[in-house]
Nanobody
Framework: QVQLVESGGGLVQSGGSLRLSCAASGSIFSINTMGWYRQAPGKQRELVAAITNGGSTNYADSVKGRFTISRDNAKNTVYLQMNSLKPEDTRVYYC???WGPGWYGDYWGQGTQVTVSS
């Protein structure tokens, strides 16, 4: 099992920045991909960004150029730096971890609220 603990959400004005952190513990050897999803009320979760152990990244088109995902393998922690935030970025953000493009293992954090005021 892998446990994911998120931190860093909150309230910010439009145009502001926030950084989310997600620390993994437990069976770390069973994951090689970590990332962030987000979900609005009544909507499906959508991928925001993902990063592999090797540093390969993938972003949703809606956040390219504004969000940056990074990873500290020594600390088993993934970060999401969010700049130029917009009200439509208001979601609950979830950390996810797994193995390979299929996210085998399918581990989730508890979620952290990000609210962007206009």
């Amino acid at each position: 099992q892998v446990q994911l603990v998120e931190s860093g959400g909150g309230l910010v004005q439009s145009g502001g920045s926030l950084r989310l952190s997600c620390a993994a513990s437990g069976s770390i050897f069973s994951i090689n991909t970590m990332g962030w999803y987000r979900q609005a009320p009544g909507k499906q979760r959508e991928l925001v960004a993902a990063i592999t152990n090797g540093g390969s990244t993938n972003y949703a088109d809606s956040v390219k150029g504004r969000f940056t995902i990074s990873r500290d393998n020594a600390k088993n922690t993934v970060y999401l730096q969010m700049n130029s935030l917009k009200p439509e970025d208001t979601r609950v953000y979830y950390c996810k971890a797994g193995w390979g493009p299929g996210w085998y293992g399918d581990y989730w954090g508890q979620g952290t609220q990000v609210t962007v005021s206009s």
